[in-house]
């Protein structure tokens, strides 16, 4: 991943872990998403990204996503 902290870079990194311990590349995750391959690799490179996604990524991977209020 590229150096830059961005929020979803972090999640993405986060989430890229979980995957991988279970065992699984990026076309499997994506897979196991119901996502294109190709959409893994284009959220890399971007800012930022819709929550549906997301939480499609999270959801393979036994994730949540929690809102809080501060």
């Given at each position: 991943?590229?150096?830059?902290?961005t929020p979803?870079?972090g999640?993405l990194?986060?989430l890229t872990a979980?995957?991988r311990?279970m065992g699984?590349?990026?076309?499997?995750w994506?897979?196991r998403?119901?996502?294109?391959?190709?959409t893994?690799?284009?959220?890399?490179?971007?800012?930022?990204?819709?929550?549906a996604?997301?939480?499609l990524?999270a959801?393979s991977?036994?994730?949540?996503f929690?809102v809080?209020?501060?």
């Open positions: 991943m590229p150096g830059s902290t979803l870079l999640l990194k986060s979980a995957a311990k699984w590349s990026d076309a499997e994506a897979r998403s119901g996502l294109p391959k190709e893994l690799c284009r959220l890399r490179s971007r800012s930022n990204c819709d929550f996604t997301l939480a990524l959801r991977v036994g994730a949540r929690d809080q209020n501060r």
